[in-house]
């Protein structure tokens, strides 16, 4: 392939293969036209993106070029996200994604899979050779180091892009986003921190604001990594990937409630993106904010129509979710009997769609029973629940069963009051799932919730109730709350810990009180045996490890 092209039928086009994907047969067919007068030889077409998808699984293609609206089925997002999760679109490859549409949510929601670039429909032939012919030609510049990166190669590939800098000046932000984004995949976040300064040093571009971010975060230099990311969201307020970071970052380090606000902003800029929906719902549900988990958990159902995120587990979260909340409503009188007659039928029918949608998927059809006892209990059904769970039991080996399985029926257990039991296959499953962290985590957290549909309940709206209090600063509002929750779960690690970072921050912000260092530590002594594989632990020993600060400052 000539790197000095002179002629339109000289200039790159002629060797690589290229897709066309349109719904219409007379764009599909002018686009052909257009490449092949510009040389291109190799010219395919697609009219939906199945089809689109399975040419990508048997064939490979230099140049897709994707409409955004495709009738009914996957659209262009639904495709790049695909090709992209699947990796059978390289990096050596371009994707263009067409569209006569301008919507903000389309734009936002296409941009989070990185398309190449857009073009907007009507083409013309001088702007598309235009706006092809300088991608072809960059692609063609950084060809090695594409190649190196899809062989998952990053040494040789750091090697080319250094070697690449000075030789290729016109590309230099490419190069240098790409060398920072290989040093953090090898865990050199020296080198990749550096570039990034060396950056913002001559320019403040937001990609590399967020890359030091990165680096941050990854280094468990949260503080920093935090007021480094909301000062870019005060300069870039529309860039999402800013707020799905900072929602990472405060979750990571036990502050869920900043973490749910976060996600909620970045839903609202880009709401078609399915794992954001689904981390909302998920960290929603860990606030025991039920309605905003429902509606996240129903968004993400949609969106799992056409996508290859879809997911059996998103239909029974969003069941248990409504579940959560028809027992919610069994408390409250008037309204509360109204909306658990429409939660519960939109519960079963949840469940009703996944058992159709995933017919063959082993475990469906039985976790779906484990969680349609909890539909039956939470409006009274307690016999029907039982005899359901019966029969549920009855298909299951509990030598065989799998993590996920076992822990539905371990909720189920515990929500018809069969405590005992529940325990008892809890302590089977930490046995044979010693060495799965999630699933450990899972089952502790199980533990860890007091005995009781009440007592839960009750648990719970305490949790709500201290969150909400701590993330506006009224802080012994947020201790009272947290207290009356440990009184009914004394045990509870999320609880014990939420305590203790509330009343270090009282301690911090004066006057000193010998009290709340010791109430922490009696705390965290309830969590002395806490195992590593609790999803709690971190958090767990970065709190320890403050306490331990103060208690050195007092020594000294």
Not at 174 to 197: N, P, S
Not at 284 to 293: C, I, K, M, S, V
Request: hydrophobic content about 40%; charged content about 25%; overall charge neutral.
């Amino acid at each position: 392939m000539s790197s000095s092209p002179t002629t339109p039928r000289d200039n790159g086009f002629r060797q690589l293969r290229y897709l066309i994907i349109d719904d219409f047969e007379s764009f599909r067919l002018s686009m052909k036209e257009m490449l092949r007068s510009f040389g291109a030889e190799k010219v395919e077409v697609a009219a939906q993106g199945s089809a689109a998808i399975q040419r990508c699984v048997y064939e490979y293609f230099d140049v897709i070029l994707c409409d955004y609206n495709l009738g009914r089925g996957k659209n262009g997002q639904h495709i790049l996200e695909e090709l992209r999760h699947r990796k059978l679109l390289r990096h050596t490859s371009l994707f263009l994604m067409v569209t006569a549409e301008t919507s903000r949510d389309m734009v936002m929601g296409a941009r989070d899979f990185q398309p190449d670039a857009y073009l907007t429909k009507p083409i013309n032939r001088a702007m598309l050779e235009k706006r092809l012919g300088s991608l072809i030609a960059q692609r063609q510049s950084l060809l090695p180091i594409n190649r190196q990166i899809d062989l998952e190669n990053y040494p040789e590939a750091v090697s080319l892009c250094v070697q690449a800098i000075p030789r290729l000046p016109k590309y230099k932000s490419w190069l240098m986003q790409t060398l920072a984004d290989l040093y953090i995949r090898i865990g050199d976040f020296h080198h990749a921190m550096k570039i990034y300064e060396d950056v913002l040093a001559q320019r403040d571009l937001s990609w590399a604001r967020l890359g030091k971010a990165k680096v941050l975060v990854a280094e468990q230099r949260y503080p920093e990594g935090i007021k480094e990311l909301q000062s870019l969201i005060e300069s870039h307020p529309d860039l999402t990937e800013a707020f799905d970071r900072l929602a990472e970052v405060y979750q990571r380090s036990g502050q869920t409630g900043k973490a749910q606000k976060s996600l909620e902003q970045a839903v609202r800029l880009s709401p078609n993106a399915l794992l954001r929906q689904k981390n909302l719902a998920t960290v929603a549900t860990l606030n025991q904010d039920f309605d905003t988990a429902a509606s996240a958990w129903r968004q993400t159902v949609n969106l799992g129509a056409h996508s290859v995120h879809d997911s059996s587990d998103h239909y029974l979260s969003l069941a248990l979710c409504l579940t959560d909340l028809s027992d919610q409503d069994t408390e409250s009188e008037g309204r509360g009997r109204d909306s658990m007659q429409k939660r519960t039928p939109e519960a079963l029918k949840t469940l009703h769609t996944m058992e159709r949608r995933f017919p063959n998927e082993p475990d469906v059809t039985v976790r779906g029973m484990l969680i349609k006892t909890r539909v039956l209990a939470a409006r009274g059904g307690e016999q029907d629940a039982n005899a359901l769970l019966e029969q549920a039991t009855s298909r299951l080996d509990i030598d065989t069963i799998s993590a996920k399985v076992g822990l539905e029926l371990a909720q189920s257990l515990l929500r018809l009051d069969q405590e005992a039991n529940a325990r008892k296959l809890l302590g089977h499953l930490a046995q044979r799932f010693e060495s799965d962290a999630e699933t450990m985590g899972q089952i502790e957290l199980l533990m860890d919730e007091p005995v009781g549909v009440v007592a839960q309940r009750q648990a719970r709206q305490f949790t709500r109730d201290g969150i909400e209090a701590f993330e506006r600063g009224d802080l012994e509002t947020a201790a009272d709350h947290f207290l009356n929750a440990i009184n009914i779960a004394p045990n509870h690690t999320a609880l014990n810990l939420n305590l203790v970072q509330v009343r270090l921050k009282q301690f911090d912000r004066g006057p000193a009180d010998s009290r709340l260092l010791a109430q922490c530590r009696q705390c965290l002594a309830r969590l002395d045996q806490l195992p590593p594989q609790h999803r709690q632990y971190r958090r767990y020993l970065a709190l320890r490890k403050k306490l331990g600060t103060y208690d050195h400052d007092k020594t000294d």
